[in-house]
């Protein structure tokens, strides 16, 4: 014969309190409902609460992993987000050689400026610039005024697709020296 079963009815096991037994698992063990601190319910295996092994709903390790997690290796608050995403793949392909892209931005001395090294440097020019999240896809993405130059507040914008794919070094004539010659800018 087996042990006498404790009732733990009642009882407070780190964040969480037994509210009844909820029966057995499939291997016969004793299980408990337990409602936690956070307002979660929990069905617990008996001998996990009494050990101290489960402590919550699983909340606390949230907590840690939060804590450890997101607020040791983000700061901004936007990793996730499409304008995350947008801001990645411009330092990929400007500074990964491994990465396809390279070969038509990094490769051809397209960079990145200092400044947007930082996502928060870059999130507040975007947010300040025209940068829509809500925008459907392709109706605002980064684009270089002059394909020629660097990723950096002066050359970029938001635009649509359309636009940009007729701002492509195919279609772009930069201005030599010698055109410029002359002409004046206050014309």
């Keep these: 014969m087996g042990r006498p079963l404790i009732d733990l009815t009642g009882q407070r096991f780190g964040?969480?309190?037994v509210i009844e037994r909820a029966g057995n698992n499939k291997w016969g063990q004793p299980t408990w409902r337990?409602?936690?601190?956070?307002?979660n319910e929990a069905i617990v295996l008996g001998n996990l609460l009494k050990r101290g092994t489960t402590r919550s709903c699983g909340c606390i390790a949230a907590e840690l992993w939060a804590v450890n997690h997101l607020n040791q290796h983000t700061t901004h608050g936007g990793s996730g987000t499409r304008l995350y995403y947008v801001w990645y793949d411009v330092l990929n392909r400007c500074e990964n050689k491994k990465v396809k892209q390279y070969k038509w931005y990094?490769?051809?001395g397209v960079t990145v400026c200092d400044e947007w090294h930082?996502?928060?440097k870059f999130q507040e020019w975007a947010m300040s610039s025209g940068y829509d999240p809500d925008a459907p896809r392709g109706q605002c993405t980064l684009d270089r005024i002059n394909p020629y130059g660097n990723y950096e507040p002066d050359n970029c914008r938001w635009v649509s697709m359309a636009v940009q794919n007729k701002n492509k070094r195919?279609?772009?004539k930069p201005i030599k020296q010698s055109d410029s010659e002359g002409v004046d800018d206050n014309a």
């Design 15 to 17: 964040r969480l309190v």
């Design 106 to 108: 990094g490769a051809l």
């Design 34 to 39: 337990c409602k936690c601190d956070c307002g």
């Design 118 to 120: 930082d996502f928060g």
């Design 170 to 172: 195919a279609n772009y």
